[in-house]
T-cell receptor
Framework: GPKVLQIPSHQIIDMGQMVTLNCDPV?????FYWYKQILGQQMEFLVN????????KSKLFKDQFSVERPDGSYFTLKIQPTALEDSAVYFC???????????FGAGTRLSVL | QQKVQQSPESLIVPEGGMASLNCTSS?????YFWWYRQHSGKSPKMLM?????GEKEEGRFTVHLNKASLHTSLHIRDSQPSDSALYLC??????????FGDGTVLTVKP
């Protein structure tokens, strides 16, 4: 089936550093999403993105977070600066339309030390 | 307040048995109900979706929806060890933003 690729699979950084999580969505998809899952806890919506713009974001999407997809390249989530509570698995997803099935990547496990 | 409640939290069924998972939304604005399956350390994968009242069957999997009570259930017959996973119920309105429940951990014992 359609695949969403996430790079890297695991990232370890020191608190206060910047990190960029990369996502290669399904090629013809138009809507992109980031979700956060802390181990053993709920999958929580962060942000969705369409046509170069953030459509909706949750309260978890702090001011230190930003997303972009320059010129059809990777869809990225940048955290600057990182905090300890940012440690989680971040899942990227994409869909063809906003009410279609979301396809998820395998996640990036972020460990902030 | 949790908008999507799933029960039970965990479930153990014997191989070949029937597994029944429940999910209720507290948001009356939701239109779409989804079931995702997430094997340990893997990405969630959409299993089934249901948008109108009634029942939908795909192979060993059956999903029911009662929109009046905002309740959906997933039933897996002839459960296999490979069905062991975290089952996530998710809902959305007319946007792609999915709200997930905490999930049900299903273990199928050989």
């Amino acid at each position: 089936g359609p695949k969403v690729l996430q790079i890297p699979s695991h990232q370890i950084i020191d608190m206060g550093q910047m990190v960029t999580l990369n996502c290669d969505p399904v090629s013809n998809h138009l809507y992109f999403y980031w979700y956060k899952q802390i181990l053993g806890q709920q999958m929580e919506f962060l942000v969705n993105f369409y046509n170069g713009k953030v459509m909706e974001k949750s309260k978890l999407f702090k001011d230190q977070f930003s997303v972009e997809r320059p010129d059809g390249s990777y869809f990225t989530l940048k955290i600057q600066p990182t905090a300890l509570e940012d440690s989680a698995v971040y899942f990227c997803a994409s869909s063809l339309e906003d009410t279609n099935t979301l396809y998820f990547g395998a996640g990036t496990r972020l460990s902030v030390l | 307040q949790q908008k999507v409640q799933q029960s039970p939290e965990s479930l153990i069924v014997p191989e070949g048995g029937m597994a029944s998972l429940n999910c209720t939304s507290s948001d009356r604005n939701v239109d779409y109900f989804w079931w995702y399956r997430q094997h340990s350390g893997k990405s969630p994968k959409m299993l089934m979706s249901i948008f109108s009242n009634g029942e939908k069957e795909e192979g060993r999997f059956t999903v029911h929806l009662n929109k009046a009570s905002l309740h959906t259930s997933l039933h897996i017959r002839d459960s296999q060890p490979s069905d062991s996973a975290l089952y996530l119920c998710a809902v959305n309105t007319n946007t792609g933003k999915l709200t997930f429940g905490d999930g049900t951990v299903l273990t199928v014992k050989p």
